[in-house]
């Protein structure tokens, strides 16, 4: 007898089969990209450091207190205005920059602040303190390191759009994508040393709890 | 009579023999995109704080992670401020020993990119964050990042 033709396999299950695997990898998958607010931490000071001294109007003082309450240079203030009140800091430029590789910044002639002689300097020497309690609640800590990075950021994209006609996000987006690029590096360097972040972070008091 | 006859025929079947080809499709896509959790939580997985300045980690391979938040066993208490190292919990003192072993996975010359990523419920207290903090500098591990889901801020 002729062998009859080989009968087609039946592949109608091979979809239940991929939809299994596909729901399994499905479940297990986690494509939540690791992001957060990055910090550099200063070096461990040597025993017999000195702390430099610094005029009190550069220092702009952030409390937090144990029960999440905020003061800035002594007075009540909400997170929300917070943005505001370091943008007036940082970009008061009062007076004269700091020394930098022996070569005087001179004053700010990029800052808009009022020029007030009780706030900061310059920008290269405006220094946000943030002191907050050990009972601290961290979500809260956190907003208020948000919000002076904000101000920053706000700071530093309006310098960049003035000087180079887009904003620091995108120009740091544009070197991110092209680290070869001296001009881009250049640019970031330069707006990164007009408006430098220098915000400390205090030893924490260990009242209330 | 013509006319019944071919009603009886019906539709034809709709032809199925692409769905696999999609399904697979889809399924490497997921295959290709999953990372699997190395470490399983012994803490209630953490409430991450939203902000607005945050910033992607690159390099997934120089992150160390360090969590802290409530553990799930009620033995460790009910506070916020547990902290978990590897897949056990831990105490701030450990974590000098934690972050020079994650440095013996990577080359010499990359540790200096190191981050370590501190992923903390939004109730924990700021103490527990600094205590880690100054255990991070002791061992000059000083590349951090405050895990934060990026929302308004609110």
Known sequence: MARRENPEINAGSMADIAFLLLIFFLVTTTMNVDSGISKKLSEKPPPDYVPPIVKERNIFEVNLNFRNELQVEGERMEIKDLKEAAKAFIDNGGGEGKVENGVATGPCTYCKGEKSSESSDHPNKAIISVLSDRGTEYGVYLKVQNELLRAYTELRNRLSTERYGISFDELEEAYKSDRENEALKRKVEDIKTAYPQIISDAEPTSSGN | ?154
């Open chain 2, 1 to 154: 009579m013509s006319k019944f006859r071919k009603k009886k025929k019906g539709m034809p079947a709709v032809n199925t023999a692409a769905l696999p080809d999609i399904v697979f499709m889809l399924l490497f896509f997921f295959m290709v995109t999953t990372t699997m959790r190395e470490t399983d939580l012994k803490l209630e997985a953490p409430r991450l704080p939203s902000a607005t300045e945050v910033k992607k980690l690159e390099h997934k391979s120089l992150v160390t992670t360090i969590y802290v938040g409530k553990a799930k066993d009620p033995k460790y208490g009910t506070g916020y401020n547990r902290i978990q190292l590897n897949d056990k919990i831990a105490t701030a003192d450990d974590v000098p020993a934690f972050i020079i072993n994650s440095r013996t996975k990577v080359s010499e010359a990359e540790i200096p990119f190191m981050t370590t990523s501190i992923k903390a419920d939004r109730e924990s207290n700021v103490g527990t964050i600094t205590d880690i903090r100054l255990k991070l500098r002791d061992v000059n591990a000083l590349k951090i990042s405050y895990s934060a889901s990026k929302g308004d801020g609110n």
